[in-house]
């Protein structure tokens, strides 16, 4: 068994800052990468933001240079800090683990519930 959870969304202002965090755990052998996913009401999941084990990042065009994710693998934990925050990043965010248990060779995704982001203008 696997779980993902998601924690630190809320209501924010135009231009505000928030942290989010993730925590995976449970029958985990390694984990490949995490990372933040984000779903506006009538849009599709899209990707915010990926770390790999070693520290590789990816981030969306939309979020580069105001958001910043981070790790601290002892825990399985990823953060997610969003700073100058915008109204059209109100969306529900989903914590991404891609990892192998013991019993897979492929590693595979597992989702957290998602936490809510809303920005007020």
């Known amino acids: 068994q696997v779980q993902v959870v998601e924690s630190g969304g809320g209501l924010v202002q135009f231009g505000g800052s928030l942290r989010l965090s993730c925590a995976a755990s449970?029958?985990?052998?390694?984990?490949?990468?995490m990372g933040w996913y984000r779903q506006a009401p009538g849009n599709q999941r899209e990707l915010v933001a990926t770390?790999?084990?070693?520290?590789?990042?990816n981030y969306a065009d939309s979020v580069k240079g105001r958001f910043t994710i981070s790790r601290d693998n002892t825990k399985n934990t990823v953060y997610l800090q969003m700073n100058s925050l915008k109204p059209e990043d109100t969306a529900v965010y989903y914590c991404?683990?891609?990892?192998?248990?013991?019993?897979?060779?492929?590693?595979?995704?597992?989702w957290g519930q998602g936490t809510q982001v809303t920005v007020s203008s």
């Open positions: 991404n683990a891609r990892l192998n248990t013991r019993a897979t060779i492929v590693p595979r995704d597992y």
């Open positions: 449970g029958n985990i052998f390694r984990i490949n990468a």
């Open positions: 770390i790999t084990s070693g520290g590789s990042t």
